[in-house]
């Protein structure tokens, strides 16, 4: 179970995400890798801007069942979405 903030700031990613037109999205990609090896302490593969936010999803629920609790997760989601918006 995902602290409620974090699960909404999850799904307001997501579906920002599926949004974004794919020249976009495909721009964006190497900002959210970013992101996702920060918080899974490791590189993950690139498999494209249609399975990142699975991706995402994944890494997001095992940092929040890890040390921290996924502590200023949702503010950094929130952040992360935002920029995709700019």
């Keep these: 179970m995902l602290p409620p ?8 990613a997501v579906r920002r995400w599926r949004q974004l037109p794919l020249d976009r999205a495909a721009d964006a990609l190497p ?4 992101f996702l090896a920060e918080v899974a302490g490791e590189e993950l593969p690139d498999l494209g801007p249609a399975v990142v936010m699975d991706q995402l999803r994944v ?5 929040c069942r890890g040390e921290g609790g996924g502590a200023g997760l949702a503010d950094r989601l929130a952040s992360l979405r935002l920029h995709w918006s700019g």
């Design 5 to 12: 903030d974090v699960e909404r700031e999850l799904d307001r």
């Design 59 to 63: 890494v997001v629920f095992d940092s």
């Design 31 to 34: 900002e959210v890798h970013d």
